[in-house]
């Protein structure tokens, strides 16, 4: 099992920054690829970005290319989403995600966060 513990959410104006946290424990961090989702009410979870088992390998949704990055240090067992230029439809419970194979799809990823809010004021 991992447990994965998202942070650093919370309200911020149009164009302002944000960075994510995510905490893993209970198996080996460096054995997993993770990805950063979110979910608006009344729409389907979102692939934004996932980074390889040892940050090699980056991939992001074009809806957030060149304002979001993310990041891992497998020494903390944690990923990051650095968020900047946010919009207000970036609004959203933001989750990340870990599974040993890197994808791009919810289905992919096996173990989920619980999820936190992320709220962009126009």
């Known amino acids: 099992q991992v447990q994965l513990v998202e942070s650093g959410g919370g309200l911020v104006q149009a164009g302002g920054s944000l960075r994510l946290s995510c905490a893993a424990s209970?198996?080996?961090?460096?054995?997993?690829?993770m990805g950063w989702f979110r979910q608006a009410p009344g729409k389907e979870r979102e692939f934004l970005s996932a980074?390889?088992?040892?940050?090699?390998?980056?991939y992001y949704a074009d809806s957030v290319k060149g304002r979001f990055t993310i990041s891992r240090d497998n020494a903390k067992n944690t990923v990051y989403l650095q968020m900047n230029s946010l919009k207000p439809e970036d609004t959203a419970v933001y989750f990340c995600?870990?599974?040993?194979?890197?994808?791009?799809?919810?289905?992919?990823?096996?173990?989920w966060g619980q999820g936190t809010q992320v709220t962009v004021s126009s």
């Open positions: 995600a870990a599974d040993r194979t890197l994808g791009t799809t919810p289905t992919g990823y096996q173990y």
């Open positions: 980074i390889s088992r040892r940050g090699s390998s980056t």
């Open positions: 209970g198996r080996t961090f460096s054995n997993y690829a």
